[in-house]
């Protein structure tokens, strides 16, 4: 159910009208009635119910290590390499601390974030929600002040029938809605159709996902049941419900839980324990949870070896497997986000001068050895200054760095032979 009925002034007349506020929308599971106490509704949590009999959300699917661990790995990436705003030139670009919108997207992004944090807020929603949301702050003169992170589950996105424009109600803690047009919300939206709002990835997955929770489930069942196979009582005779009763809690009182595990045993009347053989390998759980993490991997497009999987590693593959991870997954969405910068954070006079850019080069860097070899080679070919060199590796300048220099040992070939002078050789 949107949030929007017809206009924003409505939403807010609707959520605080005196009956109460409108029913909302969660994911899928619409709580404008109130389950009985006894419902399974309250024992699953939020989330989307699915097949494997697990309710999967966007928060819950982060208790699978490979969902935490890839969405760290993404959050880490994008919030470590520096974003700011660039001028650009006759010829190539540079740097333009000076902006301000510079200094919110590269040092600051609120009072109440760093930039860093900012990023990793924005990876998070990206990956889990399929959008991110931050309200721009303005001063007097239309400079860019803040970016003020919004949690994409308060917030609802509909498009007006009349204007065309999108609109945003975002709940606020105490129950209320604040209404927002398009500009007044700085909006990434993720992959999707309609390019209003990207789909959750969680949600389009879900049940992937809430067979990987299952698993996990019911390793942890497993174990916290000393860890064997599941096990029965049998007696030559027949037992009433008293009898079978106490003889269940007695025996989950010697032996139940890990903490009693090879406990003596000592059963009395012709009792006998026998247990259910089960195969873990027979039913695959171990193969299980080794495919759900390369699935969950391959979900979020991140090289098994950053989430320290490294069955099929190699020193050879590694470095190539990052190089393809930096151009095929972070590439696009920095460009994703460095767009929506420009779009919506600078003037349409100021996007022909200026621009926004994630530096993904200090994802590259590689060891000192091979940063070495690529200053050396940028140098010898005039495609860098020393200093510029130095700047990269957070060296301060040099007198005389500022100059390009070029090895002067290659000649043409018709010029073999010659002296430097212009004179032939002796």
Wanted: glycine fraction near 8%.
């Amino acid at each position: 159910m949107s949030l929007f009925p017809e206009i924003t002034e409505r939403v807010r007349d609707a959520w605080n009208s005196p009956s109460g506020p409108i029913s909302l929308s969660i994911g899928r599971q619409n709580l404008s009635a109130t389950p009985p106490p006894d419902d399974d509704f309250w024992y699953n949590g939020i989330g989307t119910m699915t097949s494997a009999g697990r309710r999967v959300s966007e928060e819950s699917s982060l208790a699978l290590s490979g969902v935490w661990a890839c969405n760290r790995v993404l959050a880490d990436a994008l919030a470590s390499v520096p974003c700011g705003i660039h001028r650009r030139l006759d010829r190539g670009n540079e740097p333009a601390p000076e902006h301000p919108v510079h200094s919110v997207i590269h040092a600051s992004a609120s009072p109440n974030q760093t930039a860093y944090e900012f990023w990793e807020s924005c990876s998070l929603s990206l990956s889990q929600w399929g959008n991110f949301y931050a309200i721009p702050k303005w001063n007097a003169r239309n400079q860019l002040t803040a970016l003020e992170y919004k949690r994409p589950d308060r917030m609802d996105v509909s498009l007006d029938g009349e204007t065309g424009r999108r609109l945003y109600a975002f709940r606020e803690d105490n129950g209320s809605v604040t209404p927002y047009t398009d500009w007044d919300v700085f909006h990434v939206p993720g992959l999707g159709f309609d390019g209003i709002k990207g789909y959750s990835p969680v949600q389009i997955l879900r049940e992937n996902l809430g067979e990987g929770l299952a698993a996990e489930e019911y390793g942890s069942r497993f174990f916290s049941n000393n860890a064997t196979p599941p096990h029965y009582l049998s007696t030559p005779g027949k037992l009433g419900d008293p009898a079978r009763a106490n003889l269940n809690d007695w025996f989950q009182q010697q032996h139940g839980g890990l903490g009693r595990s090879h406990k003596l045993g000592i059963l009395e009347q012709g009792i006998e324990i026998k247990t259910v053989p089960i195969n873990h390998r027979d039913i695959q759980f171990l193969e299980l949870r080794k495919f759900k993490l390369e699935d969950i991997a391959r979900i979020y497009g991140v090289p098994l070896h950053m989430i320290h999987h490294l069955d099929k590693m190699t020193f050879n593959n590694v470095e190539h497997l990052a190089i393809l991870w930096v151009t095929g997954r972070m590439a696009p969405l920095a460009r994703r986000i460095e767009q929506r910068i420009d779009f919506q954070l600078l003037g349409d006079r100021e996007r022909r001068q200026y621009f926004s850019k994630f530096n993904l080069n200090a994802l590259m860097r590689g060891d000192s050895a091979s940063r070495a070899e690529y200053h050396s080679k940028m140098v010898a070919s005039a495609q860098e200054t020393p200093n510029e060199g130095r700047e990269k590796e957070d060296r301060p300048p040099m007198e005389g760095g500022d100059k390009l220099y070029i090895q002067g040992a290659m000649v043409p070939l018709e010029k073999a032979g010659e002296n430097i002078t212009g004179g032939n050789t002796p």
